[in-house]
């Protein structure tokens, strides 16, 4: 089963997040230790480098480089032709921002079943190409 996680999730991750990183960590070893693969998008890479390059935290940088390039079954997939298509569809029929369009839309592209983001207002939404959206 692959499974997408919007940037926040990477966020609480590797930041360790007080409220959400024991749930965070926990998920992220049950994917290393399971079947299944972890999706995001180069979306999210571009998303975590942008404060710690303007905050000048380049080896902060560097810790998100690395997990997300370096980790078994978590790959990174482009904003590609089929994510264009899910996409105009999103924004065609929700009112949601073009970051959280184009997530959905590269998770949908790349056949993720589940699509992990504690931003509520994604909670829920049907989108064609991803079983469940939920939070952590």
């Known amino acids: 089963m692959k499974t997408f996680w919007d940037t926040n999730v990477f966020i609480y991750l590797i930041e360790r997040h007080p409220l959400w990183y024991d749930r965070a960590r926990l998920l992220f070893a049950e994917h290393l230790g399971g079947t299944g693969e972890l999706i995001t998008s180069m979306l999210t890479l571009g998303e975590l480098l ?12 560097q810790r998100y480089v690395e997990l997300l390039t370096k980790t078994e079954r978590l790959w990174l997939v482009s904003f590609d032709r089929q994510a264009a298509e899910y996409y105009a569809t999103i924004r065609a029929t929700t009112a949601l921002r073009q970051p959280d369009s184009m997530q959905l839309a590269c998770a949908a ?4 079943a589940t699509f992990i983001t504690n931003d509520q207002r994604i909670w829920g939404l049907k989108v064609a ?8």
């Open 109 to 112: 592209a790349a056949g993720a």
């Open 129 to 136: 190409g991803i079983d469940t959206i939920c939070g952590l």
């Open 50 to 61: 942008s404060q710690p390059l303007r905050t000048g935290r380049h080896e902060q940088a």
